[in-house]
């Protein structure tokens, strides 16, 4: 069991921005005919995506923008901000971590502590647990968690079964201490003898790039792309979150004592409307409890719980109780448990 | 054990190929309608009707619809 509860921890708010190209599914070469992209449609409920294309839009751009933007909406100043964490798994460098370009792009004190997480669909319950537990004893006052990725630009556009389902986005999340707010408490878990149904082959330091990694081909899979495109194992990855995200949930659940009724809201990773369901279905949720984004944003990997909650505040409250989960890329998964007072959630921007 | 004639049924169903004539024995990965959806919708299917949920590795192994069976079988 891996469980951690904490009282002193407030969300603020939270922001997302995405990048100003909207493309739509219907529309890829991908798909032979109107049926083929029905069948498509059906399973994986993603209509459209906002992808940087090729405007040059890196991760940071796009957290940068939701940063300054909810900062200002919330009234943080800069030197306020003791912590930065930023999630990603498309920094802008190898090196340095982008956190510390983003401390001197936001105007952050100089003894502001950052730390780049390298995660993807968890990574947003991995990075506020973080946060958590750096608050939770009130020595720093405020942190600014940044959750964003541009995935589509590791796909391979001539893999269907990957090229359509990804969308782009940064976020950011407030976070401060506040003396006995509530109960923030998670649940987490890791297997990675799955590390490679989502992976990049190339590019790191286990196979660095060379000549090879550029050539695209069919692979093992069937698939046509080359090493420095994303792996991904649909039936692995699908079994894999129809089984631990409900349960990682139940058990979150179960350790606070809590029935599913009693949480008004739970948002989840955007894998695709398929598994989505399966998940909401195995809990036994009403479907108005599980706002989606995922049919206009795509799968917006470590961004897509923030994105959701900024997606849906018209249909659901900023205030009671949450239940967010991720699941996927690791293979990594985490829950967590939280209270909104009068949260502060922005509009999403488009840049 | 579970039902073969239900397992059938559904199956086609998931593939949309009411009116097909298929066996147990059919290598259902030579179906013209196989394809990365058809896998996990089987998958999704065997987790709804059986309570069973086959990993996408261990599903690589199973040929036919017997050896699904077979192995729902000793999931029960």
């Known amino acids: 069991m891996s469980f951690l509860k904490f009282k002193n921890i407030k969300i603020v708010g939270a922001s ?11 529309n890829s070469p991908l798909f032979d005919n109107h049926d083929d992209y029905n069948r498509f449609f059906e399973s994986t409920g993603i209509e459209s995506r906002y992808t940087v294309g090729n405007s040059g839009l890196c991760t940071s751009d796009l957290c940068v923008d939701a940063a300054k933007r909810l900062m ?12 930065l964490i930023l999630v990603t798994q498309t920094p802008d460098y190898v090196l340095p971590a982008t956190s510390c ?18 995660l993807g669909c968890s990574g947003w319950v991995y990075a506020f647990s973080v946060a958590a537990a750096i608050l939770e004893s009130g020595a720093f006052k405020r942190a600014i968690l940044l959750a964003g990725d541009t995935t589509s630009v590791t796909k391979s556009p001539l893999d269907r079964s990957t090229y359509p389902l990804f969308g782009d986005a940064g976020t950011a999340t407030a976070i401060e201490f ?26 790191g330091y286990r196979n660095p790039v060379n000549e090879k990694s550029f050539l695209v081909e069919q692979k093992e899979d069937g698939k046509l792309r080359n090493d420095l495109q994303s792996i991904l194992n649909g039936a692995e990855v699908f079994t894999f979150g129809i089984s631990q995200a409900p349960k990682s949930v139940k058990q ?3 350790n606070l004592d ?28 009403e479907t108005n409890q599980v706002p989606y984004s995922l049919d206009i944003f795509g799968n917006t990997s470590s961004a897509s719980i923030p994105l959701t909650l900024c997606h849906a505040k018209n249909d659901s409250p900023s205030n009671g109780r949450y239940m967010a989960c991720g699941f996927g890329v690791g293979l990594s998964w985490g829950t967590a448990y939280f209270e909104l007072d009068n949260a502060k959630i922005l509009d999403i921007n488009y840049i | ?23 147990l024995e059919v290598e259902f990965r030579n179906l013209e309608e196989w ?13 709804d009707e059986y309570d069973v949920i086959i990993k996408g590795n261990q599903f690589k192994e199973l040929k036919t619809l017997n050896e699904v069976i077979g192995y729902i079988n000793s999931q029960l």
Not at chain 1, 72 to 83: G, T
Not at chain 1, 101 to 118: A, E, M, P, V
Not at chain 1, 178 to 203: C, L, N, R, V, Y
Request: proline content about 1%.
């Open chain 1, 16 to 26: 997302a921005t995405v990048p100003d190209n909207k493309v739509f599914n219907k």
């Open chain 1, 72 to 83: 200002k909406a919330i009234e943080w100043s800069e030197d306020s901000i003791d912590c």
């Open chain 1, 101 to 118: 370009i983003i401390q001197d792009r936001l105007g952050l004190k100089k003894n502001c502590y950052t730390l780049d997480i390298s």
């Open chain 1, 178 to 203: 506040s003396q006995e707010f509530g109960t923030t408490a998670f649940d987490f878990g890791t297997d990675g003898s799955g590390f490679d149904s989502i992976m990049i082959k190339d590019g």
């Open chain 1, 252 to 254: 979150l659940l179960s």
């Open chain 1, 258 to 285: 809590l029935k599913p009724d009693e949480v008004e809201t739970y948002l989840f990773h955007q894998a695709n409307r398929m598994m989505n369901e399966r998940i909401r279905t195995k809990l036994k949720l």
């Open chain 2, 1 to 23: 054990m579970i039902d073969n004639n239900n397992f059938l049924e559904k199956f086609k169903e998931v593939l949309e190929i009411e009116d097909q004539e298929i066996g």
């Open chain 2, 35 to 47: 394809d990365s959806l058809a896998l996990l919708s089987v998958i999704a299917m065997i987790d």
